[in-house]
Every structure is written in structure tokens, then in C-alpha cells.
Nanobody, 116 residues
Framework: QVQLVESGGGLVQPGGSLRLSCAPS????????MGWYRQAPGKQRELVAH???????TYADSVKGRFTIARDNAKNTLYLQMNSLKPEDTAVYYC??????????WGQGTRVTVSS
């Protein structure tokens, strides 16, 4: 069942911006979102950005300088600010998180379409 919920996807023109959010559902506690992945049509799922508990970030080369990952620890919410969007950013974006036992959880995905 869905245990992480993503939001914020949609249709945007090239050069535009979107902000994705991810938070645990109300059915389970103590899941900490840590990373964003995406899967484009006909492509493998890839890591987009990751943030550690200490705030260290990692980005795919294709999004460096354009995307920013951040956490709001008070809300236990993960964000992905996406600027200067390109058509090749079109994909379903998935949130990944872990509980205190390092068990992975995934969201259902939110679709991002970059097109004029």
C-alpha cells in the first residue's frame, strides 16, 4: 500500500519550475523521506537527488545546478525544487524513504511533463 505520498507534479513549459513534495501517509509512522528518483518513458529508473540526515546532498549530473533537494524535519517532508525544466526531465518522479530499521518505502509517483 501507499506509505509515501508525492505531490506537485504537472504540466509545465520548458524553462519553468515545479516544486515536488513527499511525506508519509497517515497509515504509518517513522518513515524518513531521503531521495527522489524518476523514470522516463522507455527508460530505467534513476536517482535524481538524495539528502542525508546531516544535510549532505547528491545530484544526478543531468540536474545539477537546476534542481535542489531539501528537507523540513519539523514536517518530515522532502522537497525537490526543479528550475529551468527541460523536456528531458519529463518522467514519473518517485519519493524514497526509510524507517529506523532501514526498510525502504516508496510513493506511487507524481508525473512531471515538460512540454510547450
Amino acid at each position: 500500500q501507499v506509505q509515501l505520498v508525492e505531490s506537485g507534479g504537472g504540466l509545465v513549459q520548458p524553462g519553468g519550475s515545479l516544486r515536488l513534495s513527499c511525506a508519509p501517509s497517515g497509515t504509518i509512522a517513522s518513515i524518513y523521506p531521503m531521495g527522489w528518483y524518476r523514470q522516463a518513458p522507455g527508460k530505467q529508473r534513476e536517482l535524481v537527488a538524495h539528502i542525508t540526515g546531516g544535510g549532505s546532498t547528491t545530484y544526478a549530473d543531468s540536474v545539477k545546478g537546476r534542481f535542489t533537494i531539501a528537507r523540513d524535519n519539523a514536517k518530515n517532508t522532502l522537497y525537490l525544487q526543479m528550475n529551468s525544466l527541460k523536456p528531458e526531465d519529463t518522467a514519473v518522479y518517485y519519493c524514497n524513504g526509510r524507517n529506523s530499521r532501514s526498510v525502504d518505502y516508496w510513493g506511487q509517483g507524481t508525473r512531471v511533463t515538460v512540454s510547450s
